[in-house]
């Protein structure tokens, strides 16, 4: 009997090892965890997932977040807090990865089934210019190849005189792949002529660099003026293209986070009104937020800053630090939808024998969905780790965008 009980208890450990997470044998790696947040131990990962992750090349993408114990809402002494920002433990027991960065106009229209939405382009004068001397001295060579709509578009904008000047993504796309296959004759014209109207010297080559840089930056702006609905369409229909290519795990799926998740991950281990640094400081140097006013920010600054636009968001184009956890963007940028209703977090005080809420995931009913992270319009108060905000799914603004999670189903 003490033979076969000693023979059992090898079997099971040998197969526990089985599905232990492999840690640093792979690219993503257990991100540490901060204290007061001890770790939980709950759904593991297996060597297999792993692999599958890897081929999707999702470690550079996504951060890997483990689960864990954190204070989720505010102390009634930070400043900026609202009444339904309880401060209340929570407990994350399945691990999952949420997206460095906020969904790219370019990644919303990767995926199938979605509405295309390039938006409009914030055209500098110097590329005006630029545009300008190309639509007069192309008009009788390649720009005759383009649709005379798109010609339209073009003048228009050369014209505008304006210091803001917004246009039409399509028209200068197309012109850019115009000027890629137009003679070197007629760019270098243009270059000579560009240089004679700003009496800045130039080479064909700079032209084709910065058309290229404007097109690439704004395809890497955070996707906006996004319903709850779209947003968790987009996630259901990237799934079924990973699914398709067997690029997703057995189990997994891309979804919005919990609200409970999306704080977790934006603290990153930090108890104070942000997730960035020591979480004492908030204002336009690490975030994209409004910072023009002393009273605006949290934490001391010499430079006020509110750039009053959406920027870039990707590896490429980042001007912001991450938290420890790897995550960018998380304060300011846009206001990233939740999976959960709004509702009021539960009260000790109501139920003492609640110590803490395990993978909650909002109220079961209700007629609107939580907003997480503030956005460019916002004050620091409006952008901290704890701040929360609720509209209408079907609302859409400038300010509202969201953040996928690649992680198991909840419901």
Known sequence: MRFLSIVLFLFITNCSKQVEEPGKENNITRKSHLAPFPESIGRKLNRKIFETLSKANIDSQFARIAPGVFEMGSPKDEIGRDKDEYRHKVEITEPYFMAKFETTIEEWNSVNNVIKRWGKLN?????????????????????????????????????????????????????????????????????????????????????????????????????????????????????????????????????????????????????????????????????????????????????????????????????????????????????????????????????????????????FMGTKRVLRGGSFLRTAYDCRAANRECVDPSWRGSEIGFRIVLGFPIR
């Open 123 to 363: 055209i500098p004068i110097n590329i005006r210019t630029i545009i300008s001397v190309i639509i007069e001295y192309g008009q009788k060579s390649f720009l005759k190849k383009l649709p005379k709509f798109l010609n339209q578009r073009l003048r228009s904008m050369a014209a505008n005189k304006n210091i803001d000047c917004l246009a039409d993504f399509g028209a200068v796309s197309s012109l850019f792949q115009a000027w890629k296959k137009a003679p070197l004759e007629f760019k270098n014209k243009v270059a000579t002529e560009f240089g004679k109207k700003t009496n800045v010297k130039i080479d064909h080559e700079y032209i084709t660099k910065e058309l290229n840089d404007l097109l690439s930056r704004h395809r890497n702006l955070p996707i906006n003026n996004i319903s709850y609905t779209q947003a968790v369409a987009y996630c259901h229909a990237k799934t079924q293209m990973a699914q398709k290519a067997e690029m997703l795990p057995t189990g997994m799926v891309f979804r919005l986070p919990t609200e409970a998740e999306w704080e977790y991950a934006c603290r990153a281990g930090m108890v104070g009104s942000s997730g960035l640094g020591n979480g004492l400081e908030l204002n336009g140097l690490n975030a994209n937020l409004d910072g023009s006013e002393s009273g605006f920010v949290i934490g001391k600054v010499s430079t006020l800053i509110n750039r009053k636009k959406l920027i870039p968001v990707s590896q490429k184009y980042t001007q912001f630090p991450p938290n420890q956890w790897g995550l960018y963007d998380m304060h300011g940028s846009v206001m990233e939808w939740c999976y959960d209703f709004y509702g009021e977090y539960f009260d000790k005080k109501f139920d003492p024998s609640i110590d803490k809420r395990v993978n909650p995931m909002g109220t």
